[in-house]
């Protein structure tokens, strides 16, 4: 059996988990990405790992972004 520290057990029996990032978007699929981090309200993140049936890894993300000034409305569509 591998010994590790306390801090490490703490941190990973906890439910949840604040991640900091950075949110990039090539919203036109030309290999230019933008950077939304400003507009970032929230990040979750889903990792689950199954074993021992290869480590087949299953990831899932939501991204919240503001759109208080219209940003991601497309043009036309405002009232």
């Known amino acids: 059996m ?5 801090a490490f057990t703490i941190a990973t029996e906890k439910s949840s988990r604040k991640v900091v990032g950075k949110v990039e978007v090539d919203w036109d ?3 230019t990405f933008l ?7 929230v990040i979750e993140i889903e990792r689950k790992l199954n074993e021992p049936f290869g480590g087949i890894s299953i ?3 939501d991204v919240v972004l503001l759109n208080n000034t219209d940003r991601y ?3 036309g569509s405002t009232v």
């Open 2 to 6: 591998i010994g590790v520290s306390e």
């Open 29 to 31: 699929l030309d290999g």
């Open 35 to 41: 950077d939304e981090s400003d507009y970032t309200s």
């Open 59 to 61: 990831s899932l993300a």
């Open 73 to 75: 409305t497309p043009p």
